[in-house]
């Protein structure tokens, strides 16, 4: 929603005064200038990305109008480890086992489907526990473990965000490419009306204005906002990170999802009391 309304922000800010000075619509609109920069913006982003990365940068900008982790989903989340915490005090570690060899046919994975959702966070709670379940591995090492993994993701998850920031620096050299042209065949003109040759200079001169905008105007804003958007996911896991530690390490229910709690951003931090009736709730469902 935000993203919306900062492109509206922009483009109205940059239309609006240009209109207050009188300015005529018609002559920003110069298609060629337009197929110039955003052919050469893609094709270069297609020659130096990775395949995988570029269907990355397609599904997270497609998700950028969805929100990030907000209080429910976390609170969903701390209650769900609770519930599992609580079934192995009761059935020990290997009633959990079917749970997460098929997490889509658990019946406590199946109560939060948002969480379902998120691939990456089902297989690395999934794997942890799987671990956790044979034993035998210290919690440090347990705590590295999962580490390694979040900072894969974290780095691969990054690669999107870092294509489209090296795209939003090509973005102004390529608008005075399309400018460069755009002068070649103003010096064709050179003998013809002033009015004409003034056209075309204007025509050359949008493709500079072209690329200096969408380069700090939408890409780069873009890229930093996918960032951002990273940043969060990686918050989401670490809180599972530390319930599970917390889990592993022996503590009671309560005080393992206190661990994973504490480590919530406070933004979106559920309180301590919020939490605990939470679930107590969820014994009677």
């Not at 109560?111 to 379940?133: E, Q």
């Not at 075309?200 to 072209?210: E, I, M």
């Not at 022996?250 to 931090?269: C, D, K, T």
Request: aromatic residues 8%; hydrophobic residues 45%; proline residues 5%.
């Amino acid at each position: 929603m935000f993203v919306i309304i900062g492109l509206v922000i922009v483009f109205g800010s940059v239309i609006g005064g240009y209109l207050m000075h009188h300015g005529d619509l018609m002559v920003l609109y110069q298609p060629s200038e337009l197929l110039i920069i955003g052919g050469c913006a893609v094709g270069a982003l297609v020659i130096a990305t990775p395949l995988y990365v570029l269907k990355s940068i397609v599904s997270q900008l497609l998700g950028i109008f969805s929100s990030g982790p907000g209080k429910k989903h976390y609170l969903d989340l701390l209650v769900m480890m609770y519930e599992f915490f609580v079934l192995s005090k009761q059935s020990g570690l290997m009633g959990l086992e079917p749970h997460f060899e098929n997490p889509e046919e658990s019946t406590i994975l199946k109560k939060y489907p948002s969480f379902m959702k998120d691939h990456h966070a089902v297989n690395f709670m999934s794997d942890t526990m799987r671990v956790i379940i044979m034993g035998g591995v210290p919690a440090h090492d347990l705590d590295d473990l999962m580490d390694i993994d979040l900072e894969t993701h974290h780095h691969e998850s990054g690669k999107a965000a870092s294509a489209l920031a090296k795209t939003a620096d090509a973005l102004p050299g390529l608008g005075i490419v399309a400018a460069v042209l755009g002068i070649v065949i103003t010096m064709r003109s050179i003998g013809g009306p002033a009015l004409v040759i003034g056209m075309k200079v204007a025509a050359a001169l949008v493709g500079t204005f072209l690329g200096v905008l969408l380069a700090y105007g939408v890409v780069g804003p873009l890229s930093s906002y996918l960032d951002a958007r990273n940043d969060e996911a990686s918050d989401f896991y670490k809180v599972i990170k530390q319930g599970l530690l917390g889990f592993y390490k022996g503590f009671p229910p309560v005080i393992a999802v206190e661990f994973a709690r504490r480590s919530i951003p406070h933004q979106v931090r559920p309180e301590f009391t919020e939490t605990e009736q939470a679930c107590r709730d969820s014994k009677n469902k």
